[in-house]
């Protein structure tokens, strides 16, 4: 039977497909409820529940997101700090089977890919992997940042990053109980999930044993999410902004004031708004208004530096992203002006020289459905300055200070009709369909129909790769008969990728072929490379 006795408490899970099937358990308790006093602190251990069997058969509450964010299928609440688990129903202490711990996106304001089952991920590794996923706090619960949230020890900074180390340890220390290997775990994500997954390379200092190893052996990043990560000093204007709408203004003791309000009030203010200095509605409002900070403990520098640096975790790594990653997001620019205000809008430090320089960078573009002509020059802009370029540095960076071969890139370029009727060509995230099977999100939205048709082709190749590297540490080990090796990154001249895409309907194996980073992208992330001090991506 799904049963696990995990000390302060043993849960009830569920089988799927008998006892040679998967073990499910859901809603399972890594953290007590951050709730109370323990508001905008680090996580600490479950309190202990000896009342017996604990059914594990519903996910828990998703964490509670800013009321702009996207539908993530479920139910919110503070008390959301949970995980999930997909084992093998056979498995036993002894089975030390890798494991595939994903971290969700949601721009930092939501858990966007909550409740997504893993039953399948482990149903396509002949059930030689167990799969994790969980909740994390976002948005002004998971973010919120002034000198004065932590000062004398009134709370913590990036609660939402300490959430995900939290279920690290977590993993290391119950996961032999699922029949998982503690010391062989893979992290992967997804946008901003993919993001945290970039920052935990980063940190070590905080997410590692007590021998120094880290608590992951190898990292996949999907559509890396690469916002503006600001110092503490550069958000106390925030933190005053909340303050005021809470009613918290001119209290000495700002943090128990915020505290004592009730979860409802609080959510009601937890909205975007601009960034200083920004034009107020009707004019857009900024994408994502909460991030990490770069508070000098836990993250001691802007991303784009600590890896230009090389100071990051030595493991095996994935990352890539979609063609098109910036047209879900860009504005829908009619002009020259407004692409350029969109831009300042989401990195409001750009001057009005640096904003034109952006548009002489990215000029008129061909026209794409339903949308203005300077759209695609938006998206295409916004695209590789959050996600594409970032994802070029990080591979880059391991490449020139590991001279490792043990990375690898990819581009994702599978094509579905309605995204392009819509004018999106191959969106940010798309790649997750298949990634993690098309039925994972049965329920809560469900994949587009062309992953049952003219793209399925795709789905199992590339579940197949990403499958082999939590396994081996390499995609290529147990990839699907007929698809081609993955080259390294480093691979001859260096900026190798895989060119994921669908191939002709029904063929099983895809198309997939070896691409190098064109030399006209490699310019332009270098161009945001000169004005990552400014998109505060990096600084000098």
Request: proline content about 8%.
């Amino acid at each position: 039977t799904a049963r696990v006795n995990l000390g302060y408490a043993q849960y009830q899970g569920s089988l799927i497909g008998g006892n040679n099937g998967v073990a499910q358990y859901l809603g399972i308790r890594y953290a007590a409820p951050p709730t109370g006093d323990r508001r905008w602190r680090a996580p600490v251990e479950p309190e202990t529940d000896n009342s017996g069997d604990q059914a594990a058969d519903t996910f828990g509450p998703i964490c509670l997101g800013t009321s702009r964010a996207y539908p993530n299928g479920g139910t919110e609440d503070e008390d959301c700090l949970y995980v999930n688990v997909w084992a093998p129903a056979n498995a036993t202490l002894d089975s030390k089977l890798p494991v595939w711990l994903f971290i969700q996106g949601g721009g930092y304001v939501t858990n966007s890919n909550a409740n997504w089952n893993g039953t399948f991920v482990v149903e396509r590794s002949n059930r030689n992997i167990i799969f994790v996923n969980f909740n994390y706090r976002v948005g002004l619960w998971g973010f919120l940042a002034s000198e004065r949230v932590r000062a004398n020890g009134a709370g913590d900074l990036n609660v939402g990053l300490l959430d995900q180390i939290a279920v690290m340890r977590w993993v290391k220390r119950y996961i032999p109980q699922f029949g998982g290997d503690p010391d062989h775990v893979v992290i992967t994500g997804t946008s901003a999930g993919a993001g945290s997954v970039a920052l935990h390379l980063l940190i070590s200092h905080a997410n590692k044993e007590a021998d120094g190893k880290p608590l992951f052996v190898g990292g996949v990043g999907e559509s890396v999410f690469f916002p503006a990560q600001p110092p503490v000093a550069d958000l106390e204007w925030q933190f005053d902004r909340l303050l005021s709408q809470s009613g918290c203004d001119g209290e000495s003791d700002p943090m128990s004031c915020l505290r004592g309000i009730d979860t409802t009030t609080l959510q009601s203010v937890n909205l975007p708004s601009p960034f200083p200095g920004r034009p107020n509605p009707p004019a857009p409002l900024p994408l994502f208004y909460w991030t990490p900070c770069i508070d000098g403990a836990l993250l001691r520098d802007i991303p784009y530096v600590l890896f230009s640096r090389g100071e990051y975790v030595n493991v095996p790594l994935i990352m890539g992203t979609t063609t098109d990653e910036g047209t879900v997001f860009a504005f829908n620019a009619s002009t020259k002006e407004e692409m350029a205000t969109f831009m300042q809008d989401n990195y409001p430090n750009l001057t009005t020289a640096q904003a034109s320089s952006i548009t002489d960078q990215y000029p008129l573009m061909p026209a794409l459905p339903e949308h203005g002509p300077w759209f695609p020059s938006a998206a295409a802009a916004y695209g590789e300055a959050t996600f594409i370029c970032p994802a070029t540095h990080i591979l880059s960076s391991y490449a020139q200070h590991l001279n490792s071969s043990r990375i690898w890139g990819y581009r994702y370029n599978v094509y579905d009709a309605i995204n392009v009727e819509q004018g999106l060509g191959v969106p940010h995230v798309f790649e997750t369909w298949a990634v993690y099977g098309p039925n994972s999100q049965k329920g809560i939205g469900g994949a587009p129909k062309s992953y049952y048709s003219y793209a399925s082709g795709v789905v199992h190749p590339l579940m197949d790769y990403w499958i082999s590297f939590v396994r081996t540490l390499n995609p290529n080990t147990l990839r699907t008969t007929g698809t081609p090796a993955w080259e390294s990154w480093v691979t001859g001249e260096g900026g190798r990728r895989l060119l994921m895409e669908a191939g002709n309907s029904g063929v099983e194996t895809g198309n997939f072929t070896m691409e190098t980073v064109p030399a006209e992208q490699r310019s332009r992330c270098e161009f945001w490379k000169t004005l990552a001090p400014t998109t505060q991506q990096k600084k000098v």
